[in-house]
């Protein structure tokens, strides 16, 4: 059984408002937002540290700051142990878990977003699952650099999903498909989140990301990764020395 004693001071989330009903949820849609819930103490390292990461970009070209954040702010690498990001990871995955990545994702004024995509992880075998847990510590409005999905995509584990537009997509991978569990047309949701909400999602849940008003601030956020282990990550952004580093007996960053 792992320590879940920590302070008030310390902790990440208000609440972990993760039920019968979320996980019913992200199971059906492939995500599933949880608003508001990160304390104002984690929202206020946790901008320190993003702050921090986006003053080092771009950086290397082998070594991308917001590609190995965790290595370059020891707050953002405090919390891939935190006592209630693994009590959440757990819920998710049970307990024989690695940790994958950690990617800031701060989006500017002006940023393009990102286009449509989904994510590969042993797509032969649904018993290994990966999911990815989005802070969005600034929130985001609709139209304004926020996140959009297919709900229940995930289903279909596919790892090519690609597109430029929403209307390619609709065109194109979209097109004819239906939910595999209940059959309704796929379509595309628009999220919004408040300020401190978190997000769950799936691997291979198609999602992508609106552009970023030019007048609007920066969007600030990043992202952590766990996996069941047993099949090849691509996504697994760790290098040796870190690795080492954040080694213990729970085995949480080993590869297999």
């Avoid at 370059?72 to 935190?82: F, G, M, N, Q, T």
């Avoid at 959440?88 to 950690?102: A, E, P, S, W």
């Avoid at 997000?199 to 990301?209: D, K, N």
Wanted: proline share 6%; aromatic share 8%.
């Amino acid at each position: 059984m792992r320590d879940t004693t920590f302070s008030v001071s310390d902790k990440l989330f208000t609440s972990l408002p993760f039920g019968s009903d979320e996980r019913r949820r992200l199971d059906t849609d492939g995500h599933v937002v949880l608003p508001g819930i990160l304390t104002a103490h984690a929202c206020t390292r946790l901008m320190d540290a993003l702050a921090h990461i986006q003053s080092l970009m771009p950086g290397e070209e082998d070594y991308r700051p917001n590609h190995y954040s965790a290595e370059l702010a020891p707050y953002l690498a405090s919390l891939i142990r935190h006592p209630q990001m693994l009590e959440l990871v757990g819920r998710l995955l049970g307990q024989d878990i690695r940790f994958d990545h950690c990617v800031t994702l701060n989006r500017p004024g002006g940023n393009d977003g990102a286009s449509w995509h989904s994510h590969a992880y042993s797509e032969n075998d649904p018993a290994l699952a990966f999911v990815r847990i989005f802070f969005y510590v600034s929130g985001f409005k609709l139209g304004d650099g926020n996140l959009k999905v297919v709900p229940g995509s995930h289903l279909f584990r596919d790892p090519g999903i690609k597109a430029s537009s929403d209307t390619e997509l609709q065109d194109g991978w979209m097109k004819d498909q239906t939910h595999p569990e209940t059959r309704a047309a796929l379509a595309i949701e628009q999220l919004q989140a408040p300020p401190a909400s978190v997000a769950l999602m799936w691997t291979h849940a198609a999602h992508g990301v609106n552009p970023r008003q030019a007048g609007s601030d920066t969007r600030w956020s990043v992202v952590y990764a766990y996996r069941n282990p047993g099949a090849e990550s691509r996504a697994r952004w760790i290098s040796p020395e870190f690795e080492t580093s954040m080694s213990a007996t729970d085995g949480l960053m080993s590869l297999d």
